[in-house]
């Protein structure tokens, strides 16, 4: 059993950053494909980034250049780096831990991004 908890969303003016973070408890977190998801009031959930034990990232295209997933397996923690926001970007964002068919979710933190 893992458990999430996400931490570092809050209210930001267009082209500014936040960095999320995601503490995970339990066993072996190092195995897990670590990601974040958001979803958008109205919209379906949606993947923004992947990082892979070996540290192997994976983007949306709406993110990419803008936005860095990181992991400390040290510290059970991964990261979700988020420069240049855009009012788009507002959501709220998951945190996912997956391993072959076991997949955990975090509760999920609100990003907002308005001037």
């Known amino acids: 059993q893992v458990q999430l908890v996400e931490s570092g969303g809050g209210l930001v003016q267009p082209g500014g950053s936040l960095r999320l973070s995601c503490a995970a408890s339990?066993?072996?977190?190092?195995?897990?494909?670590m990601g974040w998801y958001r979803q958008a009031p109205g919209k379906q959930r949606e993947l923004v980034a992947t990082?892979?034990?070996?540290?192997?990232?994976n983007y949306v295209d709406s993110v990419k250049g803008r936005f860095t997933i990181s992991r400390d397996n040290a510290k059970n923690t991964v990261y979700l780096q988020m420069n240049s926001l855009k009012p788009e970007d507002t959501a709220v964002y998951y945190c996912?831990?997956?391993?072959?068919?076991?997949?955990?979710w975090g509760q999920g933190t609100q990003v907002t991004v308005s001037s």
């Open positions: 339990g066993r072996d977190f190092s195995v897990y494909v």
């Open positions: 990082i892979t034990s070996g540290g192997n990232t």
């Open positions: 996912n831990a997956k391993f072959r068919v076991v997949n955990y």
